[in-house]
Every structure is written in C-alpha cells, then in structure tokens.
C-alpha cells in the first residue's frame, strides 16, 4: 500500500527520516480507539451519503476484523506502518480491497490522532480514578483499624504534638481524593470532539459531528477545526495531574520510608513489600516506597516536556505534536504500576505503637501547657514565653517537663498550678482537640466518615 502521502513525492523517503518520523513503535496502543473512530467515521460516511450501505457494513466488518487480529496478537506489522492509522488502514485494504480507500475520505490524521489520543485519555482516567480509590479505601481501612492510637506529630521532622495514627494516615487520604476530582475533571475537559476538523479547515462532507460525539462517548464537540488539531490542553492538564498525584505519592513514601527505619520503628513492612540487599544477608529495604519517590521525578519531567515542547508552536497542526503521546503513556504506566503495589504494601503494614510512644514524652504537651496558663488569665504570648523557658531549662537539666522542681518552676517564672503541669497527659491533650479536623476520638469519627462519603460521591467519567 502507497504512503497515505506519497503521491506528491518523487523519491522514497531516506530510511534514517523515515524512522525518525514514524511513530508506530508506540502509537499501536492506540489500536482500539483507532478503530473505533473509524468504524464510527465510516458509519458517519454512510449517514452523508459518501458511502453505500454495503461498502458502509464492508468497511466495518474489515475494521471489525483488524481489531480481533490485534486482540488476538496476530496482527502483523509491516515495515511501511509509519503510524497505527496507517497500519489499520493497510490491513483494512488487504481484506476487503480498495472500498478500504474509502475510508479516509473527509478525514485527516490531524483530527484521527487528536480523536484517538482523546478516547485514550478519558478511559485511562477512568482507570487511573478506580486505582486512586482503591488506594485511598486502603488507607481509611488502616486508619479505622488504628484511630486512636497515639503517636508523636512532627513539624520540620521535630517531635511537635501528640497525633494519633489515624489522624496522621487520614491526612494523606485527602489529597489522594483532591487527585481524584483532578483526573475526572481531566477526562471532563478532554471530552470534546475534534473528528470532523480535517487538517484544519474542516471537512467539506455533511458528517453530523452530534452524532459522532455521542457514538464515541464525547460530551461536546469543538467549536474551531483550527484550534481542534492542535489543542492539547487536555494532554498537559493530564500530566499535571499526574506530577501531582506523584509529589503526593512521594510525600507518602518518604514518611513510611522514614518510619520504617529502625531509629523510628514505627511501622514495620510486610516482607512481600520489601527487598533484600545482595550483598549484606540482614537488610530489608522499602524498594517500593524509594521507588515511589523517585518515580514523581519522572513525573514532573513527563509534565515539564510537553509544556516545553508546546510552548512555541505556531498554529494548527506540526509534526512537534507527536511528541505528545510518550509522556502520557510513560506517566500512565507509571501510576498504574505504582497504585496497586503502594495499596498492597499499606494494606500489610503492621504499626508499633511502643516505638510510638517512646516519643511520647511530655515535651510534646508544652502547647498544651501554654493553653492551660491562658485559661487560669494569662495572655498567651506571655504564657509561650514562660513555657518556652520551662522547655529550655528541661533540656539543659536533661529533665522532662512533668518532672522539673518547683525552684525550675519559679526561676521560669511560671505561674501557673504546678499540679496541672503533673496531670499533663497524652489522652487528654488529644481529647481536647474536638474541633472538625482535630484528633480527638470524636473528630477523627467524623473525618473517618467523611472520607469514605468522599470517595463513594466522586465518579471517574
């Protein structure tokens, strides 16, 4: 079969350019959305009257045919494919003849791809939605199992206040549905229609673009066959998304990498979720969390590339736009892969709440302490100060709060009823924090149930 192009050139293309401009290596993903844009193209041919009913039912059982071949992994490519659409339709021709030249008519490779690349990305959304859920459903389930239990909060990686393990999984199950809302609006935004536009100008055939938005499953088709080509809004609103959902991964990973070390030994990983070192017999290494981590790298990079390479584009369609689909495809494997595996490692994660409390100590009440010399009239700037003294005196008598003099006391100037710095303790410090958002028993009840109303309201598509 002739290259789509082919008729205005003399020569054949050097083989070095060729290579360079093919693109089926890894638009063949795209098979099926390929098809199915034709088979609804070629059922719109039919609606304008370009085609009869049996080259209209010809095509589509041809098309219906190369689908299977690539379902069954029997479709054989050739050497000429520069691209998945021309493959489809050099395969289409040899089964059904040259009725399968019929098939482009009206339309061009701009609004194919640009079509193509759209269904991809609102499935792959979809997907991404269901993954994101099962994740952020695994982590509510842990938290649930482990509301109360106490343990130290951290600001600037320093022991700050008392948190409980809930409270803190919780706090990283928010943004995974923040990610969520952000890839349905993606696939929200990505649903509209290009098919119809042509290169650029449009296409000169009656084609009902309604009808082909609502068969391929579009919610809007586009105002300006111009803008439709080469708009890929939709690509980059995907990849921010997914650099995203990355950075929020990543955050994740390098908290449990931290509190699976033995230093903290606040978690302790199943050994299906870990690694072995090849050459030191005792280590045990959270490979899946590091590789979290590094993977948002990659993710940012994926976003940071395409935005570079639209930045400068004239109008209309260039040929710059190929490079659109590799980052996608790479930042979706990426999560697809990833997802799953962090589901599975939170899911068998054991906690250890004695290693919690160790750190425990009562330092972490000193706020606490500064809100009780508030209640007894004490401005709280005065009262921070004073208590600041308490903690500074603690640490250079290498004392804890609870257990400083009454001279340590009186030389801080603290004014204060010494029996309520003795009765500070972690339970009550959590219970007083009742307000929504807070860790007390009563917060984290409603949080808990707020999160599970938050990932059962959000629909993917």
């Not at 951290?154 to 943004?175: D, E, I, K, R, S």
């Not at 054991?350 to 004490?378: C, F, H, W, Y």
């Amino acid at each position: 079969m002739p290259k789509l192009w082919g008729g205005r050139m003399k020569g054949k293309a050097d083989q070095a350019m060729f290579a360079l401009n093919a693109s089926y290596a890894f638009d063949c993903r795209l098979y099926s959305q390929d098809i199915r844009g034709s088979i609804a193209w070629t059922q719109a041919l039919h609606q304008a009257g370009v085609l009869s009913e049996g080259e209209s039912s010809t095509i589509t059982d041809g098309l219906a045919q190369v689908l299977e071949e690539f379902q069954t992994g029997t479709f054989i490519p050739v050497s000429e494919d520069e691209d998945i659409h021309t493959a489809v339709e050099r395969r289409l021709t040899e089964l059904v003849g040259a009725v399968g030249g019929k098939l482009h008519t009206g339309r061009s490779r701009n609004d194919q791809v640009a079509t193509d690349f759209r269904i991809w990305v609102m499935e792959t959304c979809d997907g991404l939605c269901r993954q994101i859920t099962n994740l952020a459903g695994v982590m509510v389930d842990h938290a649930a199992g482990n509301l109360s239990v106490p343990m130290p909060g951290y600001t600037h990686l320093q022991p700050a206040q008392p948190v409980t393990w809930g409270a803190w999984l919780l706090a990283f199950v928010w943004p995974l549905c923040r990610d969520r809302k952000r890839f349905e609006q993606v696939r929200a935004s990505t649903a509209v229609l290009p098919l119809g536009s042509g290169a650029l100008a449009g296409t000169t055939y009656p084609i009902n673009r309604t009808w082909l938005a609502e068969t391929l499953g579009f919610k809007h088709i586009s105002q300006s066959s111009l803008d439709a080509v080469s708009d890929r809004d939709f690509a980059l609103e995907f990849l921010f998304a997914s650099a995203t959902l990355g950075i929020h991964l990543s955050k994740l990973a390098e908290s449990l990498i931290l509190f699976n070390t033995r230093e903290f030994g606040f978690i302790t990983l199943d050994d299906a979720f870990s690694t072995g070192s090849s050459l030191m017999p005792q280590k045990k290494n959270p490979d899946p969390l590091e590789l979290a981590r590094g993977k948002s790298g990659r993710l940012i990079g994926n976003l940071t590339s395409l935005l570079v390479t639209l930045k400068g584009l004239p109008s209309t369609y260039d040929k710059d736009l190929q490079e659109d689909k590799e980052p996608v495809f790479d930042s979706a494997d990426t999560l697809l892969a990833l997802l799953p595996v962090l589901a599975g490692l939170i899911h068998t994660m054991k906690i250890n709440p004695e290693a919690m409390g160790r750190i425990l100590q009562s330092e972490l009440l000193a706020t606490d302490l500064a809100d009780d010399l508030v209640e007894e009239g004490i401005p709280f700037r005065e009262a921070h100060a004073v208590v600041g003294r308490l903690a500074a005196a603690a640490e250079q008598k290498e004392k804890t709060l609870s257990t400083l003099s009454e001279t340590d006391l009186e030389a801080a100037g603290y004014r204060g009823n010494p029996a309520a710095l003795r009765s500070l303790t972690v339970e009550k410090s959590l219970a007083r924090r009742s307000n929504i958002g807070g860790v007390s028993s009563s917060a984290l009840s409603i949080q808990l149930e707020a999160a599970r109303a938050a990932l059962s309201t959000q629909r993917g598509g």
